[in-house]
Nanobody, 120 residues
Framework: VQLQASGGGLVQAGGSLRLSCAAS????????MAWFRQAPGKEREFVMT???????RYAESVKGRFTISGDDAKNTVYLQMNNLKPEDTAVYYC???????????????WGQGTQVTVSS
């Protein structure tokens, strides 16, 4: 599976961004997709995931602000980020998994990352 993330940028606190991750190489509807992020000096952390059936999970830190969705026709998963905060600043990575280990937070395929910077 090849993953291409895009949509990052610089935004002021309170603003919005939408990240996209285009997948190829596998049937998109057979993939669980997720977003992770890594801030400077910190470990990578889970943000949100959407399963093959459309069920979603999210980190408490983004509850009510971020939404994940998938478009099977475009083989793309989106991360809509609203009310952004400076602490959301990080490199955001998309990930994909065909098997069941996604439920344990494990993903086999990773994209290259896109930078999100939120200014105060």
């Amino acid at each position: 599976v090849q993953l291409q993330a895009s949509g990052g940028g610089l935004v002021q606190a309170g603003g919005s961004l939408r990240l996209s991750c285009a997948a190829s190489g596998r049937t998109f509807s057979n993939l669980a997709m997720a977003w992770f992020r890594q801030a400077p000096g910190k470990e990578r952390e889970f943000v949100m995931t959407i399963s093959k059936s459309g069920a979603t999970r999210y980190a408490e830190s983004v509850k009510g602000r971020f939404t994940i969705s998938g478009d099977d026709a475009k083989n793309t998963v989106y991360l809509q980020m609203n009310n952004l905060k400076p602490e959301d600043t990080a490199v955001y990575y998309c990930a994909a998994e065909e098997g069941s280990q996604w439920s344990r937070g494990l993903y086999s395929y990773w994209g290259q990352g896109t930078q999100v910077t939120v200014s105060s």
